[in-house]
């Protein structure tokens, strides 16, 4: 059985780690609350107006996220069976959600986590401040285009809401190359990510462009000599995509 998580656990650190932009939103609430009535009349609908709109939009992110990260079954990582005994890579980008999770789902795991995070590279905030609350301290530190392991180590392979973050795509191809190279032949990679698709931009607006298309995705995978074998909408906002090596790496 999974871990349990605690109440509001996900949302929660989705403020605690971008508290500057609620406190940035509250204050410009705030500033044109009080200087709407020394403006004209029709400016003050289109001031009360944006800011109805802006906390709507705002609500309803953190609703979805809510759902997501607290109510759905997202991390109970259904899709990843049992994997006792079998040799599992968990990739992150600097902060660590799932490790002790999949340990709870099979003790016998044979388990290697490791972390990109690059500060040079990986420069938002949100991340410096989740790797202060939540330091990783068994992580293996690596880089995505150099992977320290031998050829055909790993039954699985799994980056969960992280391999997103490298946001240059050559970098992408070159670290999925690497997850190629050390997966064994049978073995199978599992990727999960938020898609910039309606259902992402209905629930984070202009926010979904952090994410990336399921074509960018399926573009990175051929390039790398992937093949999709399945994905699963784990919900309509979060795809894995299970992937197998095809044996021609370009």
């Keep these: 059985m ?79 069976g049992k994997m006792d005994h079998k040799n599992v890579l968990n990739i992150n980008a600097g902060f660590d959600e ?34 202060k609350i939540y330091p990783s301290k068994d992580a293996v530190c690596v880089q995505t285009t150099q992977l320290p392991f031998e050829d055909n180590r790993f039954d699985i392979c799994l980056a969960i809401l992280s391999a997103h973050e490298i946001r240059n795509q050559e970098e992408r191809i070159l670290f999925f190359r690497e997850l190629n190279r050390v997966t064994k032949s049978d073995g199978q990679i599992m990727i999960t990510e938020h898609l910039r698709d309606s259902h992402n931009f209905l629930a984070y607006t202009i926010g979904f462009l952090h994410f990336y298309s399921k074509k960018d995705w399926m573009y990175v995978f051929q390039q790398a000599g992937l093949l999709l074998k399945e994905e699963i909408k784990v919900t309509p906002f979060v795809s894995t995509f299970i992937l197998e090596k095809n044996g021609i790496t370009t």
Aim: hydrophobic share 45%; proline share 4%; net charge positive.
């Design 2 to 80: 999974a871990l349990k998580r605690k109440p509001f656990e996900g949302v929660g650190n989705i403020i605690r780690f971008n508290w500057h932009f609620y406190v940035i939103a509250l204050l410009i609430l705030f500033i044109s609350i009080f200087f709407h009535s020394y403006l004209p009349t029709h400016l003050q609908f289109v001031l009360i107006t944006g800011n109805v709109i802006a906390g709507i939009t705002i609500l309803i992110s953190l609703i979805v996220s809510y759902y997501i990260y607290d109510l759905s079954d997202l991390y109970q990582l259904r899709w990843v």
């Design 98 to 131: 799932t490790s002790r999770i999949l340990k709870s789902i099979s003790p016998d795991i044979h388990l290697t986590t490791c972390d990109f995070y690059d500060p040079e590279k990986h420069t938002e905030i949100s991340i410096k401040r989740a790797r």
